[in-house]
């Protein structure tokens, strides 16, 4: 089992930043990746980054140039940094934590992100 705890959201003007994390507990054991997600009303979950132990990083295109993740592993925890945040950037963001061994997602609860003058 994993367990996943973020923290790092709030409210921020448009063009402000933010600096979510999410640290992990638990069994780790092997390879995996991390990922934050996110989730605005009315619409699907989407992926906004991901960071692997291979050191491998993927962006959607939507936040590419403004957002960067980052992992530290001595304290077994993701970062996402948020710049240049924009309206529709405003959503609930999630920490998954995907273990590549057995296929099994672990989830945070949470962190809610609104972006509004």
């Known amino acids: 089992q994993v367990q996943l705890v973020e923290s790092g959201g709030g409210l921020v003007q448009p063009g402000g930043s933010l600096k979510l994390s999410c640290a992990a507990s638990g069994s780790s054991l092997g390879g995996n990746v991390m990922n934050w997600y996110r989730q605005a009303p009315g619409k699907e979950r989407e992926l906004v980054a991901s960071a692997s132990t291979t050191g491998h990083k993927n962006y959607a295109d939507s936040v590419k140039g403004r957002f960067t993740i980052s992992r530290d592993y001595a304290k077994n925890t993701v970062y996402l940094q948020m710049n240049s945040l924009k309206p529709e950037d405003t959503a609930v963001y999630y920490c998954?934590?995907?273990?590549?061994?057995?296929?099994?997602?672990?989830w945070g609860q949470g962190t809610q992100v609104t972006v509004s003058s």
């Open positions: 998954n934590y995907y273990r590549l061994l057995t296929s099994t997602n672990y």
